[in-house]
């Protein structure tokens, strides 16, 4: 399924998203799965998470502010996925920082994700080859970390997804890199975490690769045009959430995505 067919089919479906994120990307997060086309639920509480995720299209999990109780939540969760066949997105946000956070990665890493989703240094620091990255920011090049993401996948049978100025997805055997998006993209708090909450709206309608490929398509091809609109980081998140959802099946521009 091409990024334009993944968008019919999202805007078809308006799929169900179960979104548990951090406190910082709940509003601009809900807003892009919104603006893209289908249907968010912020939803962390341990008590009801093992019977929404079922009725969920997918499930994505970013730890950015989580705290014992809600890791509770996102391992069940994580688990009723798997058991129902939901994909689900797990996006590690600086997950090297201390001890207690990169434990919690790996106890998630451990429950097998659909789609990774990080910066760089995350994935460089999840596959053990080192990172330098600074609290939540990238302090790699996306071509650095890509022989990591290779071996992510293949060892956990995931997509993995790393993003930047180019962005590199890989299931361990394809490759694709995608173009595009506006160096504004990176100020606008939480708009990385918002990406991971898209990746699961597209892993609902299509499968796991072609999922990835089309929500940073999407993203790049709607941070592009808010750029050449935007007069600085306030303006450009209004424009970007609008071109996400004028941006219309057979508008995106598939010459951005390069397949090896």
């Keep these: 399924m091409t990024p334009n067919s993944a968008l019919d089919a999202l805007r078809q479906q308006a799929p169900l998203v179960h979104c548990i994120t951090n406190y910082v990307a709940m509003n601009i997060a809900a807003n892009v799965v919104l603006a893209a086309g289908a249907s968010p639920a912020m939803l962390h509480a341990v008590e009801e998470v093992e019977d929404f995720t079922p009725i969920s299209g997918a499930l994505t999990i970013n730890i950015g502010t989580f705290s014992p109780h809600w890791l509770a939540a996102m391992l069940k969760a994580a688990e009723a996925a798997n058991a129902a ?9 600086a997950h090297f920082i201390t001890p207690y956070r990169r434990e919690a990665a790996q ?35 996306v071509a650095a970390a890509k022989n990591s993401a290779i071996t992510l996948a293949t060892t ?15 299931d361990g055997s394809r490759q694709a890199e ?32 072609e999922a990835t490929v089309a929500a940073l398509t999407h993203f790049a091809e709607a941070g592009e045009a808010a750029g050449k609109a935007a007069s600085g980081p306030g303006s450009f998140s209004v424009h970007f959430l609008d071109h996400l959802h004028n941006i219309q099946p057979g508008d995106l521009d598939e010459g951005r995505v390069t397949w090896a």
């Design 85 to 93: 066949s939901v994909p689900w997105v797990l996006d590690p946000v």
């Design 107 to 141: 106890q998630l890493m451990a429950l097998n994700p659909t789609i990774l989703r990080g910066n760089a240094s995350e994935i460089m620091a999840l596959a053990g080859t080192g990172g330098a990255g600074k609290g939540a920011d990238s302090g790699d090049e």
């Design 156 to 170: 956990h049978g995931c997509v993995v997804a790393v993003t930047g100025a180019r962005d590199f997805v890989t």
């Design 178 to 209: 995608i173009a595009g998006g506006d160096a504004t993209m990176p100020k606008i708090t939480a708009l990385g975490c918002s990406l991971t909450a898209l990746t699961g709206a597209y892993a609902a309608v299509t499968s796991p690769l």
